[in-house]
């Protein structure tokens, strides 16, 4: 079974930081665009940052130098590191894998969804 375990979601008070992860498993992981995409309440669910087999790495331009994009392909795991974070981070976030190699920052290209962890900053 295709699995997505996101985790490391929390209370953390704004101008801090957190590190979410998430492990992949049940799919050949090298092979997938991997993103990371948030959902506040009311909302429209959004991307955040995705990751492309090759390597290239997109990010929201709204959070482009506060949140970082990792991937371990050795341990299928992808992580975000979120820096500075603020009020309007407060959501749950999700990971997602994607057939896709382009356009990657678009929900619709994502297959497989992992269950999303709540990240909720406290002012």
């Known amino acids: 079974d295709v699995q997505l375990q996101a985790s490391g979601g929390g209370l953390v008070q704004a101008g801090g930081s957190l590190r979410l992860s998430c492990l992949a498993s049940?799919?050949?992981?090298?092979?997938?665009?991997i993103g990371w995409f948030r959902q506040a309440p009311g909302k429209e669910r959004e991307g955040v940052s995705c990751?492309?087999?090759?390597?290239?790495?997109y990010y929201s331009d709204s959070l482009r130098g506060r949140f970082t994009f990792s991937r371990d392909n050795a341990k299928k795991t992808v992580y975000l590191q979120m820096n500075s974070v603020n009020s309007e981070d407060t959501a749950v976030y999700y990971c997602a894998a994607s057939g896709y190699y382009n356009d990657i920052y678009e929900v619709r290209k994502y297959d497989y969804w992992g269950q999303g962890t709540q990240v909720t900053v406290s002012s």
């Open positions: 049940g799919f050949a992981f090298d092979d997938y665009s």
């Open positions: 990751s492309s087999p090759d390597g290239s790495t």
